[in-house]
């Protein structure tokens, strides 16, 4: 059953704790074991998860409760995908487009002359 997250920037654990049906002790414990989950605190101290940070449970819960990962190896997917992210944000490869407009220019280079 998919989560509708509500459309807001910041969560307190209590709300989180609701979304995805964990006890607060659980989301505080996978913090601990998650260096990528990193709540920002409020100037009262309470955790204020961003949405990201909500989408990132869900996607732990997935992993541990939906597919027996161990928090190890959940730790790992989570890592394996990070760096897949990083490689599907590298810069294209503009090269047929630079041959192109090389050749445009080479084309008005011979014109003007």
């Given at each position: 059953m998919a989560v509708m997250i509500?459309?807001?920037?910041y969560?307190?654990?209590?709300?989180?704790?609701t979304l995805l049906d964990l006890k607060p002790?659980?989301?505080r414990y996978w913090e601990t074991e998650f260096d990528i989950l990193n709540p920002t605190k409020a100037k009262s101290r309470h955790r204020l998860?961003?949405?990201k940070d909500?989408?990132?449970?869900?996607?732990?819960?997935?992993?541990?409760h939906g597919e027996g990962y161990t928090i190890e190896?959940?730790?790992?997917?989570?890592?394996q995908g990070e760096a897949d992210?990083?490689?599907?944000?590298?810069?294209p490869d503009h090269r047929?487009?630079?041959?192109q407009i090389r050749d445009e220019l080479v084309s008005l280079r011979d014109l003007i002359s």
């Open positions: 509500p459309d807001k920037h969560f307190k654990i209590g709300e989180v704790s002790y659980v989301l998860y961003r949405r909500v989408e990132l449970l869900l996607e732990i819960k997935r992993l541990l190896g959940a730790r790992k997917k989570l890592k992210d990083h490689r599907t944000r590298e810069k047929r487009e630079l041959v």
